[in-house]
Structure formats: structure tokens, C-alpha cells
Nanobody, 115 residues
């Protein structure tokens, strides 16, 4: 069982930056994919960024060029660098780590973009 704890959320002005972290309680070395999802009030959860073990990545069209997902296997941590934040980026951001035999979710961290 792997537990995921997100951090780094908060209140930021439009145009600002935040870096989210997702710390795993165990090794993520063998995970074949790590991802960040988000869920805004009244909306469905959506995939924001995905990074596979082969280093290929996918981003939602709405965040391409602004967000970057990365992983540090030595620290068992997944990151999401978010730049040029917009009001519509406001949501709870949730970390996901996938292994062949299981998939784990964090509880999320709230990002609020507002002036």
C-alpha cells in the first residue's frame, strides 16, 4: 500500500506560479505512470498531466506550455510546476501513481487563483 500526500497548494494571483509536490510513502521507482488530476467545484475530475516511465508526457490542452510534470524516484516524489496561472485553474489538485497491480490516489491540495 502506498500513501500519497500532496502539498504546495494555496492562494495565488493570476499570472503567478506554484509548485505542487506529491510525496509517496513507498518507492515509486516501478510505477509506470504518475499523473496530476484536478477537480473544480461542480465539475468532473480531469487529467491535467501524465508522465510515463518512458518519459513521455501528456498534458490537457488548457495547461500545455504552462504546466510541467516531473518525478524524482530517489525522493519518491511527483511534482507539478504551474506557471502563468489563470482563474480557471482553481481546483483541488490530486496526485495519482499507477503500478501494474494497483493505482493510488492522494487526497488533494487546493489551488485558488484569484486577484
Amino acid at each position: 500500500q502506498v500513501q500519497l500526500v500532496e502539498s504546495g497548494g494555496g492562494l495565488v494571483q493570476p499570472g503567478g506560479s506554484l509548485k505542487l509536490s506529491c510525496a509517496a510513502s513507498g518507492s515509486i521507482f516501478s510505477a509506470y505512470a504518475v499523473a496530476w488530476y484536478r477537480q473544480a467545484p461542480g465539475k468532473q475530475r480531469e487529467l491535467v498531466a501524465l508522465r510515463r516511465s518512458g518519459l513521455s508526457t501528456n498534458y490537457a490542452d488548457s495547461v500545455k506550455g504552462r504546466f510541467t510534470i516531473s518525478r524524482d524516484n530517489a525522493k519518491n516524489t511527483v511534482y507539478l510546476q504551474m506557471n502563468s496561472l489563470k482563474v480557471e485553474d482553481t481546483a483541488v489538485y490530486i496526485c495519482n501513481v499507477e503500478f501494474i497491480e494497483n493505482r493510488y490516489w492522494g487526497k488533494g491540495t487546493l489551488v485558488t487563483v484569484s486577484s
